[in-house]
């Protein structure tokens, strides 16, 4: 269960719009904006699957200049390869998985 | 419990990003809990690109578990990138590399073996082909991602202990012809300012760089730059639209091989429109042309720029730009209060790749857009230590620790008494560059060559014909990897090396920054730092070779542990000994200060108390730079100082447009460039196997503007051959408005056999700079059938 911290920018005149548009993806945190265009806010994703989808949407989002990431924590999937013993287990395999 | 675990580290992340925009969340958002026992954050440096972000690696229980970034670091200011947010999932992973594997024959399957035997092999086979074939039979490829410490410590051996100068690494094939920009225009290697200028800047001039993609964390800086200053200009140029061109007030879109009339007309304009800096001239700046760099006068350059006019120019350019655009963008760049130009390898990966690097600083120096805050012209890098390894610190064939150049004896000579061996024990001849080293392989005259953290099976161009010489039983090939690679499958000897932060080094970045990263991760396995594998290999090679000579060159180094005290001691001898009083002085640098450091030091800083307070921000400058003042000659506020000018000038060079060596034809009628795409990283051995990154882009594809497309008959998706005179590839299409019409663009990071595009690319290379034209060549487009299921494809997964 990844939780990232990011910033997203827009421009000033898109922020109010784009804010209300990514409070509404399933996952997104709004923590905070300024008077710059930026907006603070924490993915919570059940899955890095889901991290990654919920990336793209919000990159793809028109009024989304740029997603800054600051922060990652993937505990939980370093649990579960844990778990799954010393070959690398879920999320950490290679190419076809 | 478990809820409070996981409120304590959302509110983490929203407070660290929050920070890093200077944001103040409410005043009850002190976290619930406390970091958990066992957990702590180590500082290092991004281990892709060159930009150096600076990152803390998370660690529980001996494991990585998140990464975040620095947020006083002036390379990132926190930012990281997706795949940069990725890397340390290489760590532990299944598919890391963890015993020594050997074969004697390439047909024969690996066994695994000790690392005593394994360094004996290597010693053996080293020996033996100096032995029998000479000292020039043997040969070691380095590379821009390899610590400082490993790329001296190697060179060190093969230089002063192997006596040869076969001595390369994969910058260059990225940034050889930079180099050779510097050198010939500024008379020093590497920028003269850095990323401080981004924030600064009035006017950025981005050509053949796509920033957004290959550089992302430093386009945030340029977007942020324009968004809160609506009247900072942006003039992209590149033959393809991309992520990068969404952010500039003007995108010149030429046709391949014809930026030197670009950029040349851009210099008539500012000729003619009297845009120049005539003091910045008079004071800082000569005239040359030609092969022997004789001198030229302002008439006779004013001549030269004659036939560039801009609607001339606008014409060779491919009609995608007016002769207006031109005379706007040359306008924007001499009139701002600062410009910043921006290149990476749409530029230097050119037959023309010097001149192309020369016409831009042109640009520069005819305005006076240098040494001023705002104001730069700065070569991007696409590897994280390209510039502090391989061009500073002795990883070219031409170019010993220093900037010294081989051919020079006096350099030769004080690097042999820092070394400690006999005067004349380096030969005075430059080794094999990149390309010839594989001729050589091919021709078999290099019987021997170590590999080390690159994979030129799969990045080197027109790769099948390289690759028949790494196939054969004549070259003996070892590998130090972490991964198995293309390039590892032509091995005989493949050593596990120790990743990123499962080591300590320093990474020198863009902008003349060093860094270090200290180990925090024990590797897995009996992989080991190269600093270790590399003086272990020399000690038994002055076995077999019964030339104390070459144990020298380690013995200041041996007994010492590998994870800090021996990369600690090859780190002091390097810059305390080489790089005193050279251009790069990195005497202040030291692992002490490193260590205090939140984003290293910028050379030159000759003193410990000078680094501290960072380094040099601008080279050349009095009262910035310390050699500015300790070299002035006069009472001017520049003073220049490369070892390349003994006139201590800025050169403006006449450079005429000339075509690339391959251009379309009836049989070859499309251009084909390559390049990156933002999920992924080089060969792709290490953001394959990141799962979020692969999933991303899990197989290359060839993007086709979409009048070429509708001309062939090729939709999204249809597969398509893309074949040269040197190979075929077979890609599924992205129809896109981003080529210009008459090109085709695709991506050079996947392994699969028929999506590998090195097969097809050039090899002809600049005869300045030896770096291979890898962005243009001539191909033939065709659909083959619809779309087909494909599958994501990395050697040893």
Redesign the interface.
């Known amino acids: 269960?990844p939780?990232?911290?990011?910033?997203i920018?827009t421009?000033?005149d898109d922020l109010e719009v784009a804010r209300t548009q990514l409070a509404l993806l399933s996952g997104v945190?709004i923590?905070?904006t300024?008077e710059?265009?930026?907006i603070?806010?924490?993915f919570?994703t059940r899955t890095?699957?889901e991290?990654?989808r919920l990336?793209?949407a919000v990159s793809a989002c028109p009024l989304v200049?740029?997603v800054?990431?600051?922060?990652?924590?993937?505990?939980d999937?370093?649990a579960e390869?844990?778990t799954a013993g010393p070959?690398?287990g879920s999320?950490?395999?290679?190419?076809?998985? | 419990m478990a809820q409070t675990r996981?409120d304590f580290?959302?509110k983490?992340?929203?407070?660290?990003?929050?920070s890093?925009?200077?944001?103040h969340?409410p005043a009850d958002w002190t976290p619930l809990a406390r970091a958990e026992a066992g957990e702590a954050w180590h500082r290092g440096t991004c281990r892709l690109c060159g930009v150096g972000c600076r990152v803390e690696l998370?660690v529980?229980n001996g494991?990585?578990?998140?990464?975040?970034?620095v947020?006083e670091a002036r390379t990132n200011y926190?930012?990281?990138?997706?795949k940069g947010?990725?890397f340390w999932?290489c760590m532990?992973?299944?598919?890391r590399l963890k015993k020594p594997l050997y074969r004697a024959k390439k047909t024969e399957p690996f066994k695994e073996i000790g690392w005593d035997k394994a360094l004996d092999i290597a010693a053996e086979k080293f020996a033996v082909a100096v032995k029998t074939h000479g000292n020039n039979a043997v040969a070691y490829y380095g590379s821009g991602q390899a610590l400082t410490e490993e790329t001296y410590l190697f060179q060190k051996i093969m230089r002063g202990g192997l006596k040869t100068n076969n001595v390369e690494g994969n910058p260059r094939l990225c940034m050889a012809s930079a180099v050779g920009g510097y050198l010939t225009s500024f008379g020093a290697d590497e920028p003269i300012g850095g990323y401080a200028d981004l924030e600064k800047a009035h006017c950025f001039f981005i050509i053949g760089s796509n920033t957004a993609e290959a550089h992302p964390?430093l386009?945030?800086r340029i977007?942020?730059r324009k968004?809160?200053n609506p009247e900072v200009k942006i003039v992209n140029a590149d033959p393809r639209v991309s992520q990068t061109s969404?952010?500039a007030d003007k995108h010149l879109q030429f046709k391949p091989g014809t930026d030197l009339s670009l950029l040349n007309a851009m210099a008539r304009v500012i000729v003619d429109e009297k845009l120049y800096d005539q003091q910045f001239l008079n004071n800082y700046a000569v005239f040359k042309q030609g092969k022997e760099a004789k001198d030229a006068s302002f008439e006779e350059y004013v001549q030269f720029l004659a036939p560039y006019t801009p609607e001339a120019a606008a014409a060779t350019c491919g009609g995608g730009l007016t002769a207006d655009d031109i005379r706007q963008a040359a306008r924007w760049f001499a009139t701002s209060k600062g410009t910043v130009s921006l290149w990476c390898m749409g530029i230097n990966q050119r037959k023309q790749g010097v001149w192309a690097n020369n016409l831009i600083h042109n640009l520069h120096i005819l305005t006076g857009q240098l040494l001023k805050e705002g104001a730069d012209s700065l070569s991007l890098t696409g590897q994280p230590n390209a510039c502090g390894g391989v061009r500073e610190a002795g990883g070219l064939c031409h170019i010993l620790p220093g900037h010294r150049p081989v051919e020079k004896e006096k350099m030769r000579n004080q690097v042999e008494e820092a070394w400690g061996i006999p005067l004349g024990r380096i030969p005075a001849e430059p080794g094999l560059h990149t390309m010839d080293m594989f001729s050589a392989v091919n021709n078999g005259k290099l019987k021997a060559i170590w590999i080390n953290c690159t994979s030129p099976a799969q990045s080197l161009p027109n790769c099948d014909l390289y690759n028949q010489g790494l196939a054969g039983d004549d070259c003996f090939v070892v590998c130090t990897d972490i991964f198995k690679t293309r390039t590892t499958e032509y091995a005989n000897l493949i050593l596990p090396t120790a990743f990123h932060f499962e080591k300590t080094g320093v990474y020198g970045c863009t902008e003349r920054r060093s860094q270090l990263t200290r180990k925090a991760v024990k590797a897995p396995g009996e992989a080991k730092p190269e600093v270790w594998i590399a003086r272990e290999w020399a000690k038994k090679l002055a076995v077999k070779l019964n030339d104390p000579v070459i144990a020298q060159c380690v013995k200041p180094f041996d007994g010492l542990e590998e994870d800090f005290a021996l990369p600690q001691a090859i780190w002091d001898e390097y810059t305390q000994k080489l790089t005193k009083n050279r251009d790069s002085d990195l005497r202040g640098a030291t692992y002490p200060v490193l260590g205090r450091m939140a984003d290293g030091v910028q050379w030159p800083a000759p003193t410990e108390d000078f680094a501290l307070k960072g380094g040099t921000v601008k080279k050349f400058v009095k009262g910035i730079d310390p050699m500015a003042d300790s070299e002035s000659k006069n009472d001017l506020p520049y003073q220049f100082y490369g070892p390349a000018h003994e006139d201590r000038k800025l050169w403006i060079w006449l450079r005429a447009q000339a075509d690339p060596s391959e251009i379309p034809d009836a049989e070859y009628p499309f251009y084909l460039s390559t390049g990156r795409i933002i999920d992924h990283w080089h060969t792709m051995s290490m953001t394959?196997?990141v799962?979020?990154l692969?999933?991303?882009n899990?197989y290359a594809y060839v993007e086709l503007n979409p009048k070429d497309a509708a001309k062939l008959g090729i939709k999204p998706g249809d597969m398509v051959e893309i074949k040269s005179r040197r190979g075929t590839n077979v890609l599924p299409a992205k129809v896109y408005e981003g080529p210009i019409e008459g090109m085709v663009f695709a991506y050079w990071h996947d392994q699969e056999q028929s999506r590998m595009i090195n097969k097809v690319t050039k090899d002809d290379y600049d005869p300045a700079s030896k770096e291979p034209e890898f962005k243009i060549c001539a191909v033939q487009v065709k659909k083959v059938s619809g779309p087909q299921p494909l599958?994501?494809?990395?050697v040893?997964?």
């Open positions: 269960m939780i990232g911290g990011v910033v920018s421009r000033i945190e923590h905070g300024d710059r265009g930026h603070v806010a924490v919570d890095s699957e991290m990654e990336m793209q200049l740029h800054g990431l600051t922060y990652l924590n993937m505990e999937v370093l390869r844990e070959s690398g999320g950490q395999g290679g190419a076809g998985e | 996981r580290l959302k983490t992340a929203a407070l660290s990003a929050a890093y925009v200077g944001m969340l998370g529980k494991a990585p578990f998140g990464l975040r970034g947020a926190g930012y990281l990138c997706m947010m990725h999932k532990g992973h299944k598919d964390v386009f945030r977007m942020r968004l809160d969404r952010i394959g196997r799962p979020e692969l999933r991303a899990p599958k994501p494809f990395l040893g997964a």
